[in-house]
């Protein structure tokens, strides 16, 4: 027997995103729904692309209340978790506005309600290693993700399971040293990954953002942010996590 | 309540989880090897045994790998092909802050360890990837199994 099973693979944000249903279908509409989603807050948010609205606003060529209607609620949401964090998420790094370490999430997350929304209970959505689930893998059978070790990504370090989870994970791999401590501009090279888990993608995104950008001491800080655990990959490659993780 | 179970596999105790999806796509299987993990990423120098098809209990100790804590060495068996137990053989208990970090790491690794040897993935979390990288990833093995 074979479980019901609709996957999308779609290449957007110099990424790849997995659509991953596990309902009966068919589900093209939801899907062509969360993809045309995907694409919209790349032309709208992406920081490469001189004609979205981010690079607009970064020049002064656009004012927040004439951009497009999403970019006000995600610069607010970034100000509010720079406030929760103490300023290790930020949205405004050297370069200026750029608020990427939350964008991805919050987006994975939407089209996940998207999905939703168009009836699907049981599904996945996986931005570039940014997971957002919804229901069930299968009847009586939580979600499992894996999380790849940032020493060598064909490999599994740890796996999270659960129901309406989402797990994020900022680190170096591939992209390099892409993510500044916002207190030195340096940067931050004090973890090789960080993952978070909690609710919500969005959150999950940028607190793994923050972490990362503050290093082994965010453990602490995460084991007391209700609703959110961490595993956080050492230099070293040690592991440690936080005690709510240990099942 | 959301139940989170987290199993850990720490590549400084050369512990290595391999899943093997192309030989059966359906139902990944688990394939234990044990390595020296101390800069993380090397080769697995020790026994491996192959997913669902072995028998019998085998128990191997793998190389101690240094970490910035301290020296670190598991020993693993595996039963019937799976993961079945894990053991720290040892690990740095010097200083207040090994004390710290072994609390959180070293107790879930037996516990954890043997859901990880049952575990089935779905999806893969991981720094992101290029459109290039995706196409060796694991997610990407994972999500051919489904588009068929």
């Known amino acids: ?247 | 309540m959301r139940r989170v179970i987290l199993a850990v596999l720490s590549t400084a105790t050369g512990l290595i989880l391999l899943l093997s999806f192309k030989t059966h796509p359906s139902t990944p299987g688990a394939a234990v090897s044990t390595g020296t993990g101390g800069g993380g990423g090397s080769d697995p120098t020790g026994g491996a045994s192959g997913g669902g098809s072995g028998t019998g209990t085998v128990t191997v100790t793998g190389d101690e790998a240094p970490t910035r804590y301290g020296p670190v060495q598991v020993q693993i068996t595996v039963t019937g092909g799976r993961l079945s137990d894990v053991q720290p053989v040892e690990y740095p208990q010097d200083t207040p802050r090994d004390v710290q970090i072994n609390s959180y790491a070293i107790p879930q690794l037996g516990q954890e360890a043997l859901a990880a040897g049952n575990a089935r993935i779905d999806m893969v979390s991981g720094a992101t990837y290029t459109s290039d990288g995706y196409i060796t990833s694991l997610q990407s093995a994972l999500d051919k199994a489904g588009l068929g």
């Open chain 1, 1 to 247: 027997m074979t479980a019901p099973r609709t996957v999308h693979v779609e290449p957007c944000m110099g990424t790849v995103f997995t659509i991953d249903i596990r309902d009966p279908g068919p589900w093209d509409g939801a899907v062509a729904d969360a993809v045309g989603w995907l694409h919209h807050v790349d032309a709208v948010f992406s920081t490469y692309k001189e004609g979205s609205d981010i690079s607009r606003l970064r020049r002064g060529e656009l004012a927040v209340g004439d951009a497009d209607p999403d970019v006000a609620p995600v610069l607010a949401l970034c100000e509010r978790l720079a406030d929760e964090t103490g300023g290790w998420f930020t949205a405004w790094w050297g370069a200026g506005l750029d608020p990427t370490g939350l964008v991805k999430g919050w987006a994975v997350e939407r089209a996940s309600e998207r999905l939703a929304a168009h009836g699907s209970r049981n599904h996945a959505v996986n931005g570039g290693g940014d997971v957002q689930l919804a229901g069930e893998a299968a009847p009586g059978r939580p979600w499992s993700v894996g999380i790849a070790d940032p020493f060598d990504r064909g490999r599994i370090l740890a796996t999270v399971s659960g129901r309406g989870l989402a797990v994020a994970t900022s680190g170096t791999a591939e992209r390099g040293a892409h993510i500044v401590d916002p207190h030195t501009r340096a940067p931050a090279r004090g973890l090789a990954s960080v993952s978070v888990v909690g609710p919500s993608l969005t959150r999950a995104d940028a607190y793994a953002t923050a972490a990362f950008a503050r290093g082994p001491e965010a453990l602490g800080w995460i084991a007391g942010v209700p609703g959110y655990e961490a595993l956080l990959v050492l230099p070293g490659a040690r592991v440690v996590a936080t005690p709510g993780l240990a099942a």
